[in-house]
């Protein structure tokens, strides 16, 4: 008996709700027929058999919620049950089976412990339901050891690194580098290290004679049932849900591509094929005879490359138009004059690198920014979602903008207030090198209160951020110009001059109360001695 475990039915989706079966226990289904009519919460989808056999259970009843890569029916294979009936039949069922196969069936003896299993993809995290393969550090036939490093995977919010659970050899990986893999499903198989080898070789392989018979009758079969309009026999062109998904991808109809598998059945090589056709199709060659023009290349014919948006990215993606589209942002901007800090900066570097610690600018604008808040608490608070309770949070947990290899990740220091600048500094090196490797512990990116882009680093001046939802400010620093200004005296000197930019939600916060915090936390930053008054 075979369970079919409900498929991926949409990104994101994890479970739905059964509308309709179309089928009934102990009913004979047929390859793509229709079997149960399921609703997401987007839309009304429709699940076809995966192969002609017998329905022997429902699982989940209608109106009753089916989960996303939990079994949804069962039934027997077409060929299953003539198989059992063969081996019920004579005196004790092993042996009489043993006895119709012959002697070489009596060696290929029935899976025991030793045959491999499969690693279950855990739960990487609050509402991931899936991450895509980055890093392969295994290949199969590869011995493994228990907790070693196997393949790096990305999910919506960071990088995070696969380990064996025992020791054994790997017999198959079960998602290519680059595609998308389910959690709770299979990633990759393994033999465990108490295995004997003979007890896989005994198992692996059927004689040649037995396994050229199915494929010979296969190919026949295939043969004599040409797919009549590339429609299967219930009116529709048979597709895996992961073919169909692989469509989307790259903007075709399920029409387009001319399927070569059973009753015309599109296989996921039909639409690499397809894509490659279609790529060169414009270079037809010419009839014999006819002149070729090569003066210049066609411009009209250029192909499209096409990139799936996931993992950090497509995270931040729906991040950002969800505090953009959510959220009434304010501006604000105004100009820093660092001298006086990178005179001081300079002068407790050889102390901070004898400690090992790389001090920019950065930790003393989170210093600052915690001083300041202490005096204006609600730039460290956020709303409820239901928009009615202003929530003040007791610890400074200060983001910071990290352009990484992963996407752009804001990881932040926990506890600001409490921290000395070489902590902090010892902080930034920290999550900035995590980021940029794209490492980030999950609990490094959660719990942020307020947040700081540094686009200065790029070379930036100006910027209007958006605000990293839930929290209320973001500001955005420019790079350092030397720029002419007039001192007390009127005269015209060298300043190092800082352009900043802050991102406000007005629901919370008026022009009013962001413009004295700037002022505040300005006044730090232009004369950062004042800071030893309030140091704990």
Known sequence: MTEFKLPDIGEGIVECEVVEWRIKEGDVIEEDQPVVEVMTDKALVEITAPEAGRVTRLHVPKGE?????????????????????????????????????????????????GASKDFILPDLGEGIVECEVVEWRIKEGDTIEEDQPVVDVMTDKAMMEITAPEAGRVTRLHVPKGEIARVHAPLFAYAPEHVEETDETATAAPAPSEAAAPAASAATSRAETPPAGGLGPHGRIPASPAVRRLLREHGLRLEQVPGSGKQGRVLK???????????????EPAPAGEATPSARPSTGEAEVRVEPLRGVRAAMARQMVAAASTIPHFQYGEELDVTELLALRERLKPEAQAREARLTLMPFFMKAMALAIRDFPILNSRLNEAGDEIHYLPSCNIGMAVDGKAGLMVPNVKGVERLTLLEIAGEIQRLTHEAREGRVAAADLKGGTISISNIGALG????????????????????????????????????????????????????????????????????????LLHLG
């Open 65 to 113: 919620i089916a989960r996303v890569h939990a079994p949804l029916f069962a039934y027997e294979a077409e060929g299953e049950t003539s198989d059992e009936s063969d081996t019920s039949h004579g005196g004790s069922g092993d042996e009489a089976g043993r006895e119709s196969r012959g002697t070489e069936g009596a060696q290929a003896a029935p899976p025991s412990s």
């Open 269 to 283: 090589e039909d639409i690499q094929a397809f894509l490659e056709r279609d790529g060169t199709s414009a270079a």
């Open 460 to 531: 930036g001046t100006y910027a209007a951020p958006i605000i990293n939802a839930p929290e209320v400010a973001i500001v955005a620093i420019g790079k350092t110009q030397w720029l002419p200004r007039f001192d007390e005296q009127d005269r015209v000197v060298k300043r190092a001059i800082m352009t900043v930019t802050w991102a406000g939600d007005h629901r919370l916060i008026d022009g009013g109360t962001i413009a004295r915090f700037c002022n505040a936390w300005k006044g730090y930053l232009e004369a950062p001695e004042t800071m």
